[in-house]
């Protein structure tokens, strides 16, 4: 990241996208806006070579504070690690093909209060010791 590219995407976003992108990407850079998911994540390209590195040139903003990979859905994953040429917004094999029953895609809650725990039916084999008082006579 050189101080000109830093400088110029200052220029083309704004101080106030430049200075977010600082703090969450840790990288200065000015795209064309491609789509939003169910998230509110926004995703973006730069296909000029001059700026970007080949293969960095596609990347998301989160719209959550805390956030990781598995908010992003199966279709933009697939977009942003080039799997796919177009993103899901303009590509007509995601939009016509997807089966009615699939259930909407849902981030990995583990670690947080939503994250899936089992209950436990079966008595325990080893159970803990509890003292019988007795009344001295």
Known sequence: MSLYRT????????????????????????????GAD????????????????????????????EYNATQVPPEWHSWIHHIRKDPPTADPIVQNLTPPWQAPYVENLTGTRGAYKSYNTVKPKISAWEPKVASRS
């Open 38 to 65: 169910q998230f509110g994540n926004r995703y973006y390209e730069n296909r000029n070579g001059e700026e970007e590195i080949p293969g960095r040139h596609r990347w998301v903003d989160y719209a959550q504070h």
């Open 7 to 34: 400088l110029r995407n200052l220029q083309k976003e704004g101080f106030k996208t430049w200075w977010r992108q600082l703090q969450y990407i840790g990288d200065a850079k000015s795209g064309t806006f491609v």
